[in-house]
């Protein structure tokens, strides 16, 4: 009787490895995906601060400033 419960338990253990082993395989499988992922994640990150530094650090065109001059005589004032 003692070899029966021996030899269930030892075919519960290699279910039990089997199982373990399918977990594993997907966990690494997710695992991959979440690095590729996150790499993918950084590279968009990396050209977006570039696109930004561009758009930021780029010198801006001369333009023409409008002064304007001083009070005429046929200027209106509003008051209160």
Excluded: W
């Excluded at 601060?49 to 001083?70: C, G, H, P």
């Amino acid at each position: 009787m003692g070899n029966t419960n021996f030899n269930e338990h030892l075919q519960r253990l290699k279910a039990q490895t089997e199982t373990l082993k399918e977990t594993l395989a997907a966990f690494r499988d997710n695992y991959s995906r979440l690095q590729f992922g996150m790499h993918r994640m950084e590279n968009e990150i990396k050209k977006s601060r570039e696109m930004f530094e561009e758009l930021t650090n780029r010198k801006q065109a001369a333009v023409t400033v409008i002064q304007m001059n001083t009070k005429q005589d046929d200027d209106i004032q509003l008051t209160a």
